[in-house]
């Protein structure tokens, strides 16, 4: 049984496949920081599944896209102004205390699962962004619990 396409229209597979190329990935490159399998996407781009919600607000925050342009296709394909290099460069604009719990608890969390660090980098770009775009509580609990819930569900193959 197919799932139901939550999105304006069927198009968002060609878009997802014109942000991956923008970007120079493969696929098995561009599945890697979503937790998703290369088959999974290979069928999203030909259009024969639609991304979950999920995956959907994953892949706009891992790659810095626009959600209204991966959904319908109209504006800009890339965020601007809430992109982790944006951030970085105007370094009046970091919370070091923030960038400190996320990259604490980032490596608290791998050394319990002895995962390999790959992903690390995009972890810590994605939860950064996460709590400056969404004004959340920036406190070591809050980051821990933000980062163990959105690793949960990775584990347990929730994106697909």
């Not at 197919?2 to 942000?19: E, P, T």
């Not at 399998?37 to 639609?50: D, F, P, T, V």
């Not at 370094?91 to 205390?97: F, G, L, R, T």
């Not at 609990?141 to 994106?159: N, P, T």
């Amino acid at each position: 049984m197919s799932r139901k396409n939550l999105f304006s229209d069927k198009k968002i597979g060609k878009r997802i496949k014109a942000v991956r190329q923008s970007k120079g990935l493969l696929q098995k490159e561009f599945v890697e920081p979503l937790g998703i399998k290369q088959a999974h996407l290979s069928s999203i781009e030909k259009g024969e599944r639609a991304p979950s919600k999920t995956l959907f607000i994953l892949m706009c925050l891992i790659y810095s896209i626009n959600r209204k342009w991966l959904d319908t296709g109209e504006g800009e394909m890339f965020e601007t102004d809430q992109s982790i290099d944006a951030i970085l460069n105007k370094p009046s604009h970091i919370d070091s205390e923030l960038l400190s719990n996320i990259i604490d608890v980032a490596l608290e969390y791998l050394k319990k699962i002895k995962n390999n660090p790959k992903g690390m980098g995009k972890l810590v770009t994605v939860t950064y962004n996460s709590f400056v775009k969404n004004k959340w509580e920036t406190d070591i609990d809050s980051v821990r619990e933000k980062i163990y819930v959105a690793l949960d569900i990775f584990s347990k193959g929730g994106l697909e």
